[in-house]
Nanobody, 116 residues
Framework: QVQLVESGGALVQPGGSLRLSCAAS????????MYWYRQAPGKERELVAL????????NYADSVKGRFTISRDNAKNTLYLQLNSLRPEDTAVYYC?????????WGQGTQVTVSS
């Protein structure tokens, strides 16, 4: 079955950087658009970034443009999210996801906390 396993979350100071990873299995990774979402306490889950299968086209939420970079390694079935210039408001659980027909499939999430 489809499985998504995120890693790389941590406590980091404002202005710091992290790289999140998402190991995918159970489907042909290279054929699917992949997504990173995040959910802060008391807030709805929001789309952070996506990467398509067409020349790895990307799209970002306005709040992270210029600071976050989504990428994929199809040979390793792995999705990445590079987080730079982190702010306290980036604190959230970060999830990778893939759409299977009408259903979004989620990983368990990885916690990113930005605090001094």
């Amino acid at each position: 079955q489809v499985q998504l396993v995120e890693s790389g979350g941590a406590l980091v100071q404002p202005g710091g950087s992290l790289r999140l990873s998402c190991a995918a299995s159970g489907f042909i990774f290279s054929l699917y658009t992949m997504y990173w979402y995040r959910q802060a306490p008391g807030k709805e889950r929001e789309l952070v970034a996506l990467i398509t299968t067409t020349r790895d086209s990307t799209n970002y939420a306005d709040s992270v443009k210029g600071r976050f970079t989504i990428s994929r390694d199809n040979a390793k079935n792995t999705l990445y999210l590079q987080l730079n210039s982190l702010r306290p408001e980036d604190t959230a659980v970060y999830y990778c996801s893939v759409r299977n027909k009408a259903t979004m499939i989620w990983g368990q999430g990885t916690q990113v906390t930005v605090s001094s």
